[in-house]
């Protein structure tokens, strides 16, 4: 079968969409990527987007109106990446789409309470994602696998994250522990253990991603991202805002844990440049926030270093900063941190592209095989990774 798989992360660098070739199901997929293309957002698009997430509060005629808007924008990425790869859209025989995430709310938060024109109600467990499915089908003649999270939600899980089935067929090797790390605006890792044992696969957030990076690129270098982290690169590590840094409750906590822009975007970001932007120079401070993901990753990952050589595997936006896979490399490689981890012979870094995969593509290629596997209703969530009671289909299909 042909497929494409959509996704728009928290980076808000676009739409990523991949063609793939599917076939088989559960163990037995085979998954060929034929083509795949990033299509980004306008400015007035993403001023759009930013205004209906945390911490702004847009009206439910904006978020109304966004949802359908994505639709549209998703469906013209479909169309547009079948042109690019000379593919009729009327031989794809589904699209699986995530949908941009607007709102997520893995746990019920302490307080529970929401206050909305002098009215209090209880928040509910909840995830939401924008970018209409009957829009999608309509314009592209396909039947559409859509809201992903839910079902997971549904049964107890946090719905997040959503990959590790996808990694479980794709990547799992028997002979050596392998570390799936993602880098989006949020980084989340899979553990796919030496026995390849489905149930004992875990993943989680492991913190911030590229969404404290990009803010400060653009608050202080005027760019949207930290091309090659060539401005991190000339700066050095401030201990102090690292401390601070790594304080954050997060960090430490148990999983299964999933976090989001709720917890790392504008609230978190706007009290640290307010304490340090005038003690801390901007390559230092931006060098720091790097850093901070890098050693985020690390401290969460650490108690799944095992005897002899792990794998560190990186995909996402991330993997193209090598300032930060140098961290990466020096947080999982230093003698203090692998003491008392017998027989470690360290942890490789590498990107998908040192597997023949790529980087850009994965999450977009993993709604694929999960949109697959609803179509012949077979669950695709990974219990020990979510928290879910039980494993389920994932997502809501509109059939053309």
Do not use: W
Not at 81 to 109: M, Q, R, W
Not at 114 to 133: A, C, D, H, I
Not at 316 to 334: A, H, I, Q, R, V
């Amino acid at each position: 079968m042909l497929a494409i798989g959509l996704m728009s992360g928290t980076s808000l660098d676009g739409i990523d969409a991949a063609i793939v070739e599917i076939n088989g199901v559960d163990e037995g997929t085979e998954v060929k990527l034929l083509h795949f293309a990033t299509y980004s957002f306008t400015q007035n698009q993403i001023s759009k987007i930013k205004n209906v997430l945390p911490p702004n509060a847009g009206s439910t005629a904006e978020i109304c109106s966004l949802n359908f808007e994505l639709g549209h924008l998703f469906a013209d990425a479909c169309k547009r990446v079948c042109k690019s790869a000379k593919i009729d859209i009327a031989n794809i025989d589904f699209i699986a789409s995530h949908g941009l995430t607007v709102y997520h709310i893995p746990e019920v938060p302490e307080n529970n309470k929401v206050s909305e024109n002098n009215n209090e109600s209880q928040l509910q467990r909840s995830t939401l994602q924008l970018g209409e499915p009957a829009i999608i089908c309509e314009e592209t003649g396909a039947t559409v696998i859509s809201n992903l999270r839910a079902r997971d939600m549904a049964v107890g899980g946090q719905g997040a994250p959503i990959v590790p089935y996808s990694e479980y067929v794709m990547y799992k090797s028997g002979d050596k522990v392998r570390l799936l790390l993602n880098i989006g605006g949020i980084a989340n890792v899979t553990v796919m253990p030496k026995n390849n044992d489905f149930d004992k696969i875990v993943a989680f957030d492991t913190g911030p991603g590229n969404m404290i990076i990009n803010e400060i690129a653009n608050r202080f270098f005027g760019i949207s991202y930290d091309k090659d982290g060539k401005a991190a690169a000339r700066g050095s590590v401030n201990s102090e805002l690292l401390t601070n840094l790594m304080s954050h409750p997060y960090i430490k906590a148990p999983y299964p844990k999933t976090t989001g822009r709720e917890m790392f975007g504008k609230d978190f970001i706007d009290p640290l440049i307010a304490k340090y932007e005038s003690r801390i120079s901007n390559e230092d401070f931006i060098a720091t926030v790097t850093y901070f993901t890098a050693k985020s990753v690390a401290e969460n990952v650490r108690p799944f270093i095992k005897d002899g050589k792990t794998e560190l595997i990186v995909g996402g936006g991330g993997s193209f900063n090598p300032t930060l896979l140098k961290f990466l490399s020096e947080c999982l490689n230093d003698d203090e941190y692998l003491n008392g981890v017998e027989n470690a012979d360290g942890v490789e870094v590498l990107t998908q592209e040192d597997l023949g995969f790529s980087s850009d593509a994965k999450e977009a290629v993993a709604m694929v095989v999960i949109g697959n596997q609803t179509l012949h209703k077979k669950p695709s969530n990974v219990p020990s990774a979510t928290g879910a009671k039980k494993s389920v289909p994932l997502g809501s299909i509109t059939y053309y």
